[in-house]
Nanobody, 119 residues
Framework: QVQLVESGGGLVQPGGSLRLSCAAS????????MGWYRQAPGKRRELVAT???????NYADSMKGRFTISRDNAKNTVYLQMNSLKPEDTAVYYC?????????????WGQGTQVTVSS
């Protein structure tokens, strides 16, 4: 089992910045990648960014150049730095951990943190 706790969401004006954090605990040895997804009202959950244990990153096209995913292995924490925020970035942001243990792939999710971009 892996537990994920997100923090850092809130209200920000257009053009502003926020940094989300996701702390992992539990069976962290089984994690091979972590990432962020988001879900806006009435829309499907979508990929924001992912980072592997080898520090390979992947971003959704609309986030490239504005968002940066990073990790601190000593703290078992993944961050999402969000700059130049737009109203359309408003959503609940979820942390995700991808694990592989006993020949089984399992995804874990955090509880979500609200990001609202509005003037």
């Amino acid at each position: 089992q892996v537990q994920l706790v997100e923090s850092g969401g809130g209200l920000v004006q257009p053009g502003g910045s926020l940094r989300l954090s996701c702390a992992a605990s539990g069976s962290i040895f089984s994690i091979y990648a972590m990432g962020w997804y988001r879900q806006a009202p009435g829309k499907r959950r979508e990929l924001v960014a992912t980072i592997t244990n080898g520090d390979s990153t992947n971003y959704a096209d609309s986030m490239k150049g504005r968002f940066t995913i990073s990790r601190d292995n000593a703290k078992n924490t993944v961050y999402l730095q969000m700059n130049s925020l737009k109203p359309e970035d408003t959503a609940v942001y979820y942390c995700n951990a991808k694990t592989f243990v006993t020949k089984t792939f399992v995804d874990y999710w955090g509880q979500g943190t609200q990001v609202t971009v509005s003037s």
